[in-house]
């Protein structure tokens, strides 16, 4: 999975992580198994995961209370 620096620390505050290694074992669990690249964003209430959803992004799972969402680049 493909995921810029800035995006990877925004992921690590929203879920309240002091590590990066622990939000990347997170951020591994959205990877792909296949070719496929996808664009990875958190929603830590419903106005962002609306707004995610409005985007073409695919709700993926929920971990400590934040939804995690995917796009296909």
């Known amino acids: 999975m493909k995921n810029d620096n800035n995006d990877t620390y925004f992921t690590m505050v929203q879920m309240g992580h002091k590590k990066l290694t622990t939000t990347q074992k997170y951020l591994h669990l959205l990877e792909n198994s296949g070719d496929e690249e996808f664009t990875c964003k958190v929603a830590s209430n ?17 971990i400590e209370g934040l939804k995690l969402f995917k ?3």
């Open 46 to 62: 419903l106005k962002e995961a609306t707004q995610l959803i409005e985007n073409g992004f695919q709700y993926v799972t929920e």
């Open 71 to 73: 796009k296909r680049k």
